[in-house]
């Protein structure tokens, strides 16, 4: 059965994973804190892949980008998995089930979740940051079912009130 922990820290340095697990919006507008960091310590390999298929094909709701590591890094994450998030067609458990699924599918045994659709987002789709945790909790939870031994590590960037949220949900 899945492990999930939670933790406290920069997502790409926190935990060594195989992959990080983010959400993209379709338009290539990529300036989020999590997408910063990505690049602050990888450069644009990942989201240099995810580009191209935009350019490409274009970016549909919940579909999934496997962004293989090209070029070594100082961060802990080999791969990210983009899932494309227009923020109006599907509920936040829904994305965050298709990540998990994918990188189960890959493979991967460790993955780092960040927050999603916090920050900037927050309110936007969910209207709450409870509702919001609570939508992320649901795709764990869903995925869980599937009875994967994937280490799954929720990392919370400077946020107490959501790392204690969390905390109180995740027992």
Known sequence: MSKVYLLSGDVTNIVRVDALITLINPEGNWYGGVDFAIMK????QYHDQAEKILDDSG???GQVIIAKLKKTHPGNF???IFVVDDVKSSPLSDLVYTGLCAAND???QHVALPLMRTGV???VVEPTLEVTLDQMILGIDKFKKLKSKMVINIVVYKDAQS???LMAKLK
């Open 41 to 44: 310590v990888a450069g644009n």
């Open 59 to 61: 970016l549909e709701n």
């Open 78 to 80: 080999a791969h990210v």
């Open 106 to 108: 890959q493979g991967y």
């Open 121 to 123: 987002m927050l309110g």
């Open 163 to 165: 790392f204690f949220y």
